[in-house]
């Protein structure tokens, strides 16, 4: 079974610091992969995805993830954090050869950004 | 291009009382997802549905738990009766069929069983 793992329930930088998130998967097979964000309140906006193109994916909001294969993992990074970048980061897997399957996601990691 | 509407956004209930979500995904979307959001935790997989028909329903407590989605368009998520571990928010997500769709949110009905 697919499964992802964050490793971090909680990341606190600076405003203006880097931003690294991480999320490992666990597949028999490469599988798609997503980061998805949630504000307080509000449903889940998908940040990026990979979809077995380019290994290094951008997304909204200044954010980047890159797909590597052989340490299994699909960190979210970001150069330069902002105040508006504090939610909550949820990283997701998809089967890619059963189409229609529904995501799986990982635990969550809460991103605080102090000025 | 309106999103996915949920409905109520807030509820709270007392144990063993029934309670009913409402979802009406995107149009033109055939996949609708219910997930469980449980506080701390990532959302959950309740019941997946393409059109009107149920693909996976394996983590869902059907003691408790029912959906529906008739028409292959709106959907409903009932508990009946509620326990305090049912407190959590209900998200409904929608999607294209596709091997790499994204899944559309919406914002959630927080359940709050007393």
């Known amino acids: 079974a697919q499964s992802v793992t964050q490793l971090g329930s909680h990341v606190s930088v600076s405003e203006g610091a880097l931003v690294l998130l991480r999320c490992n998967y666990s597949?028999?097979?490469?599988?798609?992969l997503f980061w998805y964000v949630q504000y307080p309140n509000q449903g889940l906006q998908l940040l990026l995805k990979?979809?077995?193109?380019?290994?290094l994916v951008k997304g909204i909001n200044g954010f980047e993830a890159e797909f590597k294969k052989s340490e299994t993992s699909f960190h979210l990074t970001k150069p330069s954090a902002h105040m508006r970048d504090a939610a909550e980061y949820f990283c997701?897997?998809?089967?890619?050869?059963?189409?229609?399957?529904?995501?799986?996601f990982g635990k969550g990691t809460t991103l605080s950004v102090s000025s | 291009e309106a999103g996915v509407a949920q409905s109520p956004r807030y509820k709270i209930i007392e144990k063993r009382q029934s309670v009913a979500f409402w979802c009406n995904p995107i149009?033109?979307?055939?996949?609708l997802y219910w997930y469980q959001q449980i506080l701390g935790q990532g959302p959950k997989l309740l019941i997946q549905?393409?059109?009107?028909?149920?693909?996976?329903d394996s983590q869902l407590p059907k003691d408790r738990f029912s959906a529906e989605r008739l028409k292959g368009v709106d959907s409903t998520l009932k508990i009946q009766p509620a326990k305090l571990e049912d407190s959590a928010v209900y998200l409904c997500?929608?999607?294209?069929?596709?091997?790499?769709?994204?899944?559309?949110f919406g914002q959630g009905t927080r359940l709050t069983v007393v």
């Open positions: 597949s028999s097979v490469p599988p798609y």
């Open positions: 990979y979809t077995s193109a380019a290994t």
């Open positions: 997500a929608s999607s294209l069929i596709g091997t790499n769709t994204e899944a559309f």
């Open positions: 149009s033109g979307h055939a996949t």
């Open positions: 549905f393409q059109n009107n028909g149920v693909v996976d």
């Open positions: 997701a897997v998809s089967d890619p050869w059963q189409a229609g399957t529904a995501l799986i």
